[in-house]
């Protein structure tokens, strides 16, 4: 048997409803803030992450799906959305529009070759936003208050916010040296990759997973406190910001995210769910001021976020959501080959007026067609045999209250919708009637 290839999943029709409901969410809230969608390419050049996302982080050095194309063209699996938007807005010159920020937000499969745990896998998808175009701590706060109520559309509860402030190149470079000097007599003390990422880039020890309980490491100076004095304005107008909205939200100086290209305000948004597991992080992003530059285009700041989506959906687990039965609104049994013909004239009418139809394939007799029908779950029942066709009309059960009552075809659609919105009520807040917020 040829299975799945490790860390991918395949999303099955009785998994969709909660990613359709999720994105739904989403895609709403994103609205809200006024960003748009964008698509691109889920493969690229490889160099575009290697020189975007950074040739020393742990996700393009040990990561990344690479491979020769048969053109000998070295190309490369997105492992995240960032770097492919900021290419696409450079070669299309999307810079030159006057309505900045630009806001996008972009949805879709990335890959990356970790190490496959609950929450973690090889292929998994991801939702992005990037405001690019200003410098603006306005932005910051703004990217974070859309993660935020991002996940207060999803009712999720114990959702943390934590911030840190990386500095812009300047406040990186002090900070880089005070970090080098004070590593460099503990340099025994880190793990062989550290002691690696010590030598080509001291910032990717600052994320590491196995020693950041170690001393070194919690000793360490912070980024935060070597901010010049235009970083730290900069951070504090973003906080206030986020006091103005009434966003909770800590400063936790070791945030330093595992990509290369933050400047300034970075963020996460976090869980404590029994659900996620070990991991708690739902998304995260920051401010990227100079990756248009690295990427060969103009001076053009920006602040993204992205979140996982499988995250997000065990996280959802938590809220125990009653899933109602899916519905078909009928079921249509056919007495008969000589009825087939006009019966499927019906159904792709009712179809054609939006309602949702469906009958059986299988030539089954009539106590195997209504079998098959229950399993449906439908509202009607259309019964249509050869005296139905003949007088041209059909039966119609309500399933619900038992009643059947005779209708002519012209009048079914009509007769369906009716009955369909009558059964509909309206309903402020908890409904009694169907035990579920409508
Ligand atoms: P990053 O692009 O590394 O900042 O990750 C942003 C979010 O994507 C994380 O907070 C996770 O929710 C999600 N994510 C990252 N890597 C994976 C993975 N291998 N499997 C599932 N979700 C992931």
Known sequence: MITKVKGTQDILPNEIKKWQDLENVIFQVSKLYHFEEIRTPIFENSELFHRGVGDTTDIIKKETYDFLDRGDRSITLRPEGTASVVRTVIENKLYANPNLPLKFYYYGPMFRYERPQKGRQRQFHQFGAEALGSASPLVDAEMIAYSYTLLKALRLKNVSVKINSLGDTSSKETYKEKLTTYLSSKVDTLCTDCQRRYLENPYRVLDCKVDKDSDTLKEAPKPIDYLNDEDKTHFEQVCSYLDGMHIEYVVDKNLVRGLDYYTHTVFELEAALDTLGAQATLGGGGRYNHLFSTLGGPNFPAVGFAFGMERLLLALESLEIKEPTPQIHAFMIMLGDNVKAKALEVILNLRHGGLLIDYDFFDHNL???????????????????????????????????GEQIEVGLNELYTTLITEIQNEQHSCAGHCEECDEDC
């Open 367 to 401: 106590k195997a067609q209504f079998k098959q029908a229950e399993r449906q779950n439908p509202k009607f029942l259309l019964i249509f045999g050869e005296d139905e066709m003949n007088k041209g009309v059909i039966n119609v059960k309500n399933i619900k209250t």
